[in-house]
């Protein structure tokens, strides 16, 4: 008699391996994004609080209004030692140009406080006072 596993055997194994992949392969997929997410705005967040860092030691921020928007380029950021280079883009994986990325942080005077802060091209910020 010949020992081993038949056909229909072999079938059956490769179906229920193809059955768990089908039930869980969404899940793993959702969880690897869920993970980038949390990764990029942990960047982000990063990036604002050297950025408020930046504007504590190097800007009298009691001469400004209410809600004063800043914008502080990368560049500026990791020549005053508050970023290490490179930075990477985490949705394309490529490093960042430091002097066309900046970071827009409105600035609440009375509670010295950031009130929101978000990271892009210099083009697409909308700030007040460039601190350069």
Not at 69 to 91: R, S, Y
Request: charged share 20%; with cysteine.
């Amino acid at each position: 008699m010949k020992r081993g596993f038949t056909l229909i055997e072999l079938l059956a194994v490769i179906a229920l391996i193809a059955l768990i992949a089908i039930i869980a392969l969404p899940s793993i997929m959702s969880q690897i994004t869920k993970s980038k997410g949390d990764v990029t705005w942990a960047a982000n967040d990063t990036m604002v609080n050297a950025a408020e860092l930046y504007l504590d030691g190097n800007v009298n921020l009691q001469a400004y209004k209410e809600d004063t928007t800043f914008c502080i380029t990368l560049e500026v950021l990791v020549n005053e030692g508050n970023l290490k280079e490179p930075i990477k883009n985490l949705d394309t994986g490529k490093n960042m140009d430091l002097k066309t990325n900046a970071i827009q942080v409105t600035y609440d005077v009375s509670s010295h406080l950031i009130k929101d802060g978000k990271v892009g091209l210099l083009s697409n910020l909308s700030c007040q006072k460039t601190v350069q």
